[in-house]
């Protein structure tokens, strides 16, 4: 079975940096397109970044861009979202996600394992 385990979600202040880990386990890690997805409260999840299987291509979301770095380190099986400039609307649970589809527009449906999710909270 498929275990997601992030990381390094806390409290920080308006313009400073936060980098998110998440630890797969149980899979082949290196046949996985990776993601990230945020939910502040409420019903929807909101893509924000996946990277391809060999870390070769990078997809963001709007929001994301320019700010958000995501990477992966093989030889962990581990993955990163960096967050720089973050601002109160970033706000969120993060979720880290594994599937095997590579495309534009990926969303919720395109991840078939989860993890249970980190809080980043930004204070003004």
């Known amino acids: 079975q498929v275990q997601l385990v992030e990381s390094g979600g806390g409290l920080v202040q308006a313009g400073e940096s936060l980098r998110l880990s998440c630890a797969i386990s149980?899979?082949?890690?290196?046949?996985?397109?990776m993601g990230w997805f945020r939910q502040a409260p409420g019903p929807e999840r909101e893509f924000v970044a996946a990277?391809?299987?060999?870390?070769?291509?990078?997809y963001y979301g709007d929001r994301a861009k320019g700010r958000f770095t995501i990477s992966r380190d093989n030889a962990k099986k581990t993955v990163y979202l960096q967050m720089n400039s973050l601002k109160p609307e970033d706000t969120a649970a993060y979720y880290c996600?594994?599937?095997?589809?590579?495309?534009?527009?990926?969303?919720?449906?395109?991840?078939?394992?989860w993890g249970r999710g980190t809080q980043v909270t930004i204070s003004s």
């Open positions: 996600a594994a599937g095997r589809i590579w495309r534009s527009g990926l969303t919720e449906q395109h991840f078939d394992f």
């Open positions: 149980g899979g082949p890690y290196t046949s996985y397109v």
């Open positions: 990277i391809s299987w060999s870390g070769s291509s990078t």
